[in-house]
T-cell receptor, first 114, second 113 residues
Framework: KAGVTQTPRYLIKTRGQQVTLSCSPI?????VSWYQQTPGQGLQFLFE???????NKGNFPGRFSGRQFSNSRSEMNVSTLELGDSALYLC?????????????FGPGTRLTVT | QQQVKQSPQSLIVQKGGISIINCAYE??????FPWYQQFPGKGPALLIA?????SEKKEGRFTISFNKSAKQFSLHIMDSQPGDSATYFC????????????FGTGTRLKVLA
């Protein structure tokens, strides 16, 4: 099975711009979660989508949003970018449902905000 | 209460030695505890995971020990190899099918040849 794919892998944006990141989960997986990874804060949960519905949300401002399509692919959007949004954004996929709880991560999108 | 505390921050081990990384949590609602390995430029890769009804789980050279009463769990890497040099993260997850993981801060492991 192909793993989790994320596009683009690298992105450079300017403060104030917006950005959209894409994630394709493992075939058959219905849950997609997004995480932000920074040296200072580590891995922090952004949100999780299951069957096109946001099921869980972390403590991030409303500038961070996401959606999931009927084929389970997911996008994450960050509006009005700030310097502090520079991070590795990771997508994780899981079969969904009540269990098992294993999540499989993609390689991430490295976002740099200048 | 949602924190997972991980130690040490960094670890240097000789080839063939045992690497031990510890994590502690407060929230007793957590019911799933995975460990991830991350190499530079890559996403975290699931290594091994445990549920609180089991005190130990072993997969190859990797073992999780779980102490429910102490709210602690640890990763043991036996016969550590230079290829094990990576950052290791513990995590904890809530029940009911949620996939919201709370991650530890990570341990950078270096295995000397």
């Amino acid at each position: 099975k192909a793993g989790v794919t994320q596009t683009p892998r690298y992105l450079i944006k300017t403060r104030g711009q917006q950005v959209t990141l894409s994630c394709s989960p493992i075939s058959g997986h219905r849950s997609v979660s997004w995480y932000q990874q920074t040296p200072g804060q580590g891995l922090q949960f952004l949100f999780e989508y299951f069957s096109e519905t946001q099921r869980n949300k972390g403590n991030f401002p409303g500038r961070f949003s996401g959606r999931q399509f009927s084929n389970s692919r997911s996008e994450m959007n960050v509006s009005t970018l700030e310097l502090g949004d520079s991070a590795l954004y990771l997508c994780a996929s899981s079969p969904g449902g009540q269990g098992p709880y294993e999540q499989y991560f993609g390689p991430g999108t490295r976002l740099t905000v200048t | 209460q949602q924190q997972v505390k991980q130690s040490p921050q960094s670890l240097i081990v000789q080839k063939g030695g045992i690497s031990i990384i510890n994590c502690a949590y407060e929230n007793t609602a957590f019911d799933y505890f995975p460990w991830y390995q991350q190499f530079p430029g890559k996403g975290p890769a699931l290594l091994i995971a445990i549920r609180p009804d089991v005190s130990e789980k072993k997969e190859g050279r990797f073992t999780i020990s779980f102490n429910k009463s102490a709210k602690q769990f640890s990763l043991h890497i036996m016969d550590s190899q230079p290829g094990d040099s990576a950052t290791y993260f513990c995590a904890a997850s809530f029940p009911s099918g949620t996939y919201k993981y709370i991650f530890g801060t990570g341990t950078r492991l270096k295995v000397l040849a």
